[in-house]
């Protein structure tokens, strides 16, 4: 067998993909472990700043990434000479309107994550683009973006977006990403063809439903919802990382034709019972923490997981047990050589001597 985690730390808790990595960095998405923003992290001190004038901001028309971040720029004008601008970042700026872009015929990646945009507008000379964030805004509706036929990467993070909507056209659209908004139901996605990964944490989603044509899916993160049941996958037989933790989920089911799955995340349910698993060979990561097992018999279960190289169990009735980890290893034939050991990424790696 691989190695395998075992982790012993207590308090220590992990999101294993509350939000997609690739929208925002380590010193503005202001998060929380969980996904949610932290409300003990001040906003933006730019927000509180007064506005710059674009004529106090020297522009290279011959530049094609421009990098504009935390300029305090009020409002988008005078870009007319990028002409040549593939990506254009204003990130973290005052910008509450979205305006005078209709000369950025050659751009590919837009980023406007944490401004005061209301409104997803003038964007439909953009054809070219392919990467849109507006993660951190006000928005409150998904629109305007009818001509963005490219477009394979959509972050709208943290918003105030209360449903999925206006998406029919992206039919090249991998990722998408509408974690912490005030969505309730999982809809019209049904165009999306080539979505590869889904991110819906932290908003008010109580079933999982409307993922028939998401036949591409690898990723599907719906953590911190009100799901309480695991159904309507049956479709997604490519799905290779499910990230279900911090909801109501009690039984573990629906994943018959999962069978490619990597991971499998369910921590921070109320889940008595580790059942109907046993077909998934392919699996590498199991993540079961805060929940209510205490059936050491339950890990049976993982014996066919030839490739596992992390078990999370922390926080179940089980842990309270003396033997706990030796009792793990045994139970997954895990083998005399591995040693526990603690890293900066992942608790209780364990790798041989």
């Known amino acids: 067998m691989a190695s395998l985690s075992v982790s012993e730390s207590q308090e220590m808790e992990v999101d294993r993909k509350g939000e997609s990595e690739e ?26 700043e007064l506005p710059v004038d674009m004529d106090t901001i020297t522009l290279d028309p011959e530049e094609e990434d421009v990098d504009l971040v935390h300029c305090r720029i009020g409002k988008i004008e005078g870009l007319e000479v990028l002409e040549k601008a593939k990506t254009l ?11 005078n872009l209709e000369t950025l015929t050659s751009l590919r990646e837009l980023d406007l994550y944490d401004n005061q945009i209301r409104r997803l507008e003038d964007l439909q000379n953009l054809t070219e683009l392919e990467v849109l964030d507006v993660s951190f805004n006000i928005l409150r509706k998904v629109e305007g973006l009818e001509r963005l036929t490219r477009l394979k ?6 918003n105030k977006i209360s449903c999925i909507d206006n998406l029919d056209h992206m039919a090249s659209l991998e990722m998408l990403e509408l974690g912490s908004n ?32 998401l036949h591409n899916l690898t990723v599907l993160s719906i ?31 629906g994943l018959e034709n999962n069978k490619k799955l ?11 019972k580790i059942e109907n ?22 890990l049976d279960e993982l014996k066919n997981a030839r490739g596992l190289e992390t078990v999370y169990l922390e926080r179940n009735p089980l842990q309270k047990d003396p033997q706990y980890r030796r009792k793990i290893m045994l139970a997954l034939h895990c ?7 603690m890293t900066s990424e992942r608790m209780g790696v364990v790798r041989p001597f």
């Open 153 to 158: 990467k959509l972050f709208l993070l943290h």
């Open 277 to 298: 698993i046993s077909h998934l060979t392919e699996l590498q990561e199991f993540w079961m923490n805060d929940n209510q097992i205490e059936n050491w018999g339950d």
């Open 335 to 341: 083998p005399p050589y591995v040693v526990v050991e």
């Open 182 to 213: 005030r969505i309730r139901v999982i809809e019209n996605l049904d165009n999306l063809s080539s979505l590869d990964s889904l991110f819906l944490g932290t908003n008010k989603i109580t079933q999982l439903q409307n993922l028939e044509g």
């Open 23 to 48: 929208s925002g960095d380590e010193e503005t998405k202001r998060k929380s472990l969980n996904g949610e923003a932290d409300p003990q992290q001040p906003p933006p001190t730019a927000k509180e």
């Open 223 to 253: 953590q911190s919802n009100r799901i309480t049941k695991m159904e309507g996958l049956q479709s997604l037989v490519n799905l290779r990382e499910l990230y279900l933790s911090h909801n109501g989920i009690e039984v573990i089911e």
């Open 89 to 99: 970042s204003l990130r973290q700026n005052l910008i509450k309107k979205m305006e």
């Open 262 to 272: 990597t991971t499998l995340d369910i921590a921070a349910n109320r889940i008595k």
